[in-house]
């Protein structure tokens, strides 16, 4: 299955960008790194060895030892997930209960229920045992409630699990092209379901949160992925995104989808030793992050961490044209920012 991303964006979608007054970084402007004493802290050591039936096993010293005992009592203890998984699967398929032990599903309401896209558990059981029999016939019907571009040809799933007719393989929407921004967020759009909330936010401290609906969320999508385009991010391209849990993440991983760049999402706690490596491996052509986070009573800088992880790829000759960054403004100010003319252009 391939994506296409040839989308028109309406021209009024616009992203308005403000370049800092600040003057170009300097070398003192740029975050240093503190040199660190050995811990003394207790550490477990692992050493691997091998065994004459070619597997391998790790052998722990010191705490290891107590600690892996520690492990292998509890998991001879009853296991509460292992019980209620043994149950929830009995439920699905229909087995009756072993004897004393109780059903505690929670039946909804009938106008619940009524409005639900599955209103019963007799349908689940009955979707669940189709999709088993099959799984072609009832993915096809699954997958005609969204956006294609180009349909599958000729069936939307193909397998091939013996050896003796051929290659193992499987197959899904062969030849089929479509386009993941759009079905999540257009399609809700044009089905007119543009006012209800599609994303909910929750902020660092209470009060602190924020909602899109449908309608909004395409605006702000459609603003980024115009500027992407406009700075020359095409299909393909890489797109690094070193963000924090704010609603502009998921912004721009669907900007991203919308174009056909690629995304690369690195976790916001990632120190700037490993966001260089993501970003020397993938050699992207934008960075997106924000000036700041808080966490609990933290203030976690990622801009500076970006400066130094850029400032390390450009030794070995890996150099970002442009880091946009977005305006944090619960954890930090623009103008404490620290920039650099010509390559950081802020967000909003």
């Known amino acids: 299955m391939a994506f296409d991303q040839t989308l028109t964006m309406a021209p009024h979608h616009r992203l308005y960008l403000y370049r800092s007054p600040r003057s170009p970084a300097t070398s003192s402007d740029l975050p ?46 009853p296991s509460a997930a292992r019980r209620i998984a043994h149950h929830l699967n009995a439920v699905v398929r229909g087995d009756s209960l072993a004897s004393g ?11 619940f229920s009524q409005r639900a896209l599955v ?45 003796r007719k051929g290659a193992v393989s499987i197959e899904w929407f062969k030849g089929a092209k479509t386009n ?8 809700n759009v044009e089905g007119r379901d543009g006012g209800k909330v599609a994303l909910y936010w929750e902020g660092n401290e209470p009060g602190l949160d924020g909602r899109l609906t449908y309608s909004e969320l395409l605006d702000r999508v459609c603003q980024l992925a115009n500027y992407l385009k406009h700075v020359g991010v095409g299909k393909g391209d890489a797109v690094v995104i070193y963000l924090p849990m704010l609603m502009e993440l998921p912004i721009a991983m669907l900007a991203c989808a919308r174009i056909g760049a690629v995304h690369s999402v690195v976790f916001a706690g990632f120190s700037a030793e490993s966001l260089t490596q993501r970003i020397a491996d993938c050699r992207p052509k934008v960075v997106l992050t924000c000036n700041a986070v808080q966490r609990g009573s933290k203030t976690i800088f990622l801009k500076d961490i970006v400066d130094t992880a850029l400032g390390e790829c450009a030794k070995d000759g890996v150099h970002v044209g442009l880091c946009l960054t977005y305006e944090n403004l619960s ?18």
């Open 101 to 111: 032990e109780s059903d505690p599903a929670v039946v909804p309401s009938p106008l």
């Open 331 to 348: 954890a930090m100010k623009r103008e404490d920012t620290k920039w650099q003319e010509g390559r950081d252009v802020w967000w909003q």
């Open 180 to 187: 993941i921004c759009y079905n999540a967020v257009d399609r």
């Open 119 to 163: 209103s019963s558990l007799d349908q689940y059981r009955e979707m669940y045992r189709r999709s088993i029999e099959d799984p072609a016939g009832f993915w096809s019907e699954i997958a005609t409630q969204f956006y294609w571009k180009e349909t599958w040809d000729p069936e939307v799933y193909a397998e091939n699990i013996d050896v």
């Open 32 to 77: 240093r790194s503190s040199s660190s004493s050995s811990s003394s802290s207790p550490r477990l050591i692992f050493t691997r060895r091998s065994s004459c039936g070619g597997g391998g096993a790790m052998a722990a010293s010191g705490a290891g030892h107590r600690l892996r005992r520690r492990a292998d009592a509890m998991s001879q203890l």
